[in-house]
């Protein structure tokens, strides 16, 4: 239970919350869970408690106000996340890794590590990029968020596929209101 680099922190927490938007829950049983932490870096043995499934899903309903408040709201809800879950960062290089950065308590439970991990990663990002660069996608029927790096022109769209169907839309809008008159 590791940080490598920023980048794979903000991106555990951009997934982490698209694990539930306007789609069905992808987060269901803790197999989900442990194919989810596998998939972000985390390796084998990943035990999992009962009780991680439901405080995972805590910590990302925590985590998704960021993508949406504004920058002073967004800033103290991730100081509340650090001041709770996150403890002086230490060094370890234990079973062998490389030395890398902690950032929760050795014994930490998934979630305290999930909140702890992911609140260094967005703020990191938003100290880095400003708080424009978090965002959710603009598209009328998705939720999804996004961490774009503010020197990329501004993003309103989670993928080109929300980009290209709200244009359409539009398009489809404007023609039949031009049919109607
Ligand atoms: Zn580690
Ligand atoms: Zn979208």
């Not at 504004?70 to 100081?79: H, V, W």
């Amino acid at each position: 239970m590791d940080i490598q680099t920023p980048d794979r922190l903000v991106r555990l927490a951009v997934d982490l919350v698209n694990t539930r938007t306007l789609e069905p829950e992808k987060l269901s049983t803790t197999d989900d869970l442990r194919a989810f932490l596998l998939e972000h870096g985390e390796s084998e043995p990943i035990e999992l408690a009962e009780d991680d499934l439901a405080e995972v899903r805590a910590v990302r309903e925590r985590i998704r106000p960021v993508f949406h408040r504004e920058p002073a709201e967004a800033a103290r809800l991730l100081n509340e996340l650090l001041a709770e879950y996150a403890v002086r960062p230490y060094l370890s290089d234990h079973d062998g890794s490389p030395w890398h950065l902690h950032v929760a308590e050795p014994d930490a439970t998934w979630s305290r590590w999930m909140a702890a991990t992911t609140a260094l990663g967005l703020a990191g990002f938003a100290a880095g990029h400003g708080f424009g660069a978090l965002g959710s996608c603009a598209a009328a029927d998705c939720e999804r968020v996004f961490a774009n790096p503010a020197e990329r022109r501004p993003r309103r769209f989670c993928t080109p596929t929300c980009a290209s169907r709200t244009r359409v839309a539009s398009y489809r809008a404007r023609r039949s209101a031009a049919a109607a008159t």
